[in-house]
């Protein structure tokens, strides 16, 4: 009988999520040798009573204290009621190893008709890339507009008018039922539930993720699809802390519980942990966590940042025409009398600072009119930008 290997660790990152190789060096010495980097390596099960964890090779890694950062899988057609899905040439947006294979599967000379399966942040971005190196781009998605979870209908209709000005083709209200391929098992078409065939080279799905809880399921306290933590990413299980995708949390500025899929929440929420970790190893007190949700994205020559909730009624400012050389144009979103949102294309520094203060301070709005008014100064004017911005009490 193989003689069972254990290994023994104060601390376990578990995951390679984007914020487990954030702060890590808070957790003890800052040498990189005593940091053990160990990869290709499945974790098959997780036992939170005996905190340890076991691989497929039967090793067991036990340890004190558990952060786990396993972020988020991509949701597979197979899962949507596709056939043929294992047809070459088709790509999933959130998986590393298909995103690598995409990279060597475009040829940048060739012309190609590449479907994009999905109205999300990652479509919206690969779309724009793909048309800048010359591919012939076409979106489906079933939502009634693009980025249907953020924008308002206003929003969303500048950039389906940039992207059409671009060549993007944006087929909306539709869903993609289906696959062919050719004799070399190369996918040929994507067939939409009316009836249409939308011819195919190449086809990337973003069609969403899953965090990935199941090794820990039944074991500890799960809500909205993550782990539920306090407001130290501490779980209902002492010694496990849940950070990035994996971890559903109190949003203290709005009183409820989230998950939030984002790079900066990921950075942010692996470093609460671990100084929450150090502070009660110390015997100290840190503040709860307090998030101001943040989403942003660059396609084209576009530049977008959004703070806050996207809740209430949606106030529009500026110039939204696809058309125009320079658009620029914001957003603010009002719920019980108070801008809870805020959202700017084409901002400087300052200016997107400026609507992260108005997110968080969520100044009290009397007339809409005037609050459109104040977007307008936002963006035409430098001139006391913060202050009128802030102080906004109407």
Known sequence: MAEEKSF??????????????????????????????????????ADLSTKSLFSTDGTIFKYQTMIVATGSTCVRMSECGF???????????????????????MEPKKKRKVVVIGGGCRGFEISASLTVNNYEVTMVF????????????????????????????????????????????????????????????VVLLDGGGRPMTSLFRGQVVEEKGGLKTNGFFKTSVSSVYAIGDVATFP????????????????FKSAEQAVMAIKAAEEGRSIQE?????????????????????????????????????????????????KVVGAFLEGGVVEENKAIARVARTQPSVGSLEVLSNVGELLIGSRVNRNRVLVSCHI
């Open 142 to 201: 079933p939502e009634p507009w693009i980025m249907h979870w953020l924008f308002s209908a206003e929003i969303a209709s500048f950039y389906e008018g940039y992207y059409a000005n671009k060549g993007i083709k944006i087929i909306k209200s539709t869903k993609a039922t289906g696959l062919s391929t050719n004799s070399n098992g190369e996918v040929t078409e994507v067939k939409l539930d009316d009836g249409r065939a939308l011819e195919a080279d």
């Open 251 to 266: 949003m203290k500025l709005y009183g409820d519980m989230r998950r939030v899929e984002h790079v900066n929440h990921a």
């Open 8 to 45: 023994n660790f104060k601390y376990v990152i578990f995951g390679a999520d984007v914020s487990a190789s954030n702060k890590i060096f808070g957790l003890g010495d800052t040498d990189l040798e005593c940091i053990e980097l160990i990869l290709s390596t499945e974790i098959i099960k």
């Open 289 to 337: 966590y307090d998030y101001l949700p943040f989403f942003n994205s660059r396609a084209f020559d576009l530049s977008w940042q959004f703070y806050g909730d996207n809740v209430g009624q949606s106030v529009i400012f500026g110039d939204n025409d696809p058309n125009s050389p320079k658009a620029k144009f914001g957003t603010y979103w009002v719920k019980d009398g």
């Open 83 to 105: 056939q043929d899905t294992n047809a070459k040439n088709i790509f999933y947006l959130r998986d590393i190893k298909d995103v690598d294979q995409l990279a060597l599967t």
